[in-house]
């Protein structure tokens, strides 16, 4: 039986470098392979709330930015991880939303091409769970830890 597959579209603590990216390489926890680098088609506010400084993409499709981010193909168990992760449903929603490819690896031992459509569907963590004020903060296109922003994350051992 074939091994079900999963695109996701990362945009914050989960991508390489960040504080969460060891959580994307942790084979006990299922398989996921980097496939590329993409940007959500719509516009989407991405902000960094709450003391923790937790990146969250709210669901206002059509206000803020395209998000610059990083495609995945996950199996069933790191997609049941992420979603626990992600306190999904509750804190976050996955959804699907079309993510435009900006540039493509697909390194995972098969001789998968990139797609070819210039765009790809991919399950994303937003959320319909925030605080109104959350609308007015700093609109970003593109996460990091460690940005200009100066909202340094708040790793969930150190709560």
């Known amino acids: 039986?074939?091994?079900v597959m999963h695109n996701?579209?990362?945009y914050g603590t989960l991508k390489q470098g960040q504080p969460n990216y060891h959580i994307m390489t942790d084979s006990k926890l299922g398989k996921a392979l980097f496939k590329g680098r993409g940007r959500t088609v719509?516009?989407?506010p991405l902000v960094i709330a709450r003391e923790e400084n937790i990146p969250f993409l709210?669901?206002?499709p059509r206000t803020g930015?395209?998000?610059a981010g990083e495609i995945y193909s996950v199996d069933d168990q790191m997609l049941q991880f992420l979603d626990e992760f992600e306190g999904c449903p509750d804190m976050y929603q996955r959804t699907i939303k079309r993510i435009e490819i900006l540039d493509w690896e697909g390194k995972d031992g098969s001789p998968e091409e990139r797609?070819?459509?210039s765009t790809i569907e991919c399950f994303v963590y937003s959320t319909t769970s925030y605080k109104p004020e959350w609308l007015s903060l700093t609109y970003?296109?593109?996460y990091d830890s460690c940005g200009a922003h100066g909202l340094?994350?708040?790793d969930r051992q150190d709560r």
Request: glycine content about 0%; hydrophobic content about 45%; some cysteine.
């Open 1 to 3: 039986m074939e091994e």
């Open 8 to 10: 996701i579209f990362v």
């Open 42 to 44: 719509d516009k989407y």
């Open 58 to 60: 709210l669901e206002v």
């Open 65 to 67: 930015h395209r998000i």
């Open 115 to 117: 797609p070819a459509a």
């Open 140 to 142: 970003h296109d593109c």
């Open 152 to 154: 340094l994350f708040c």
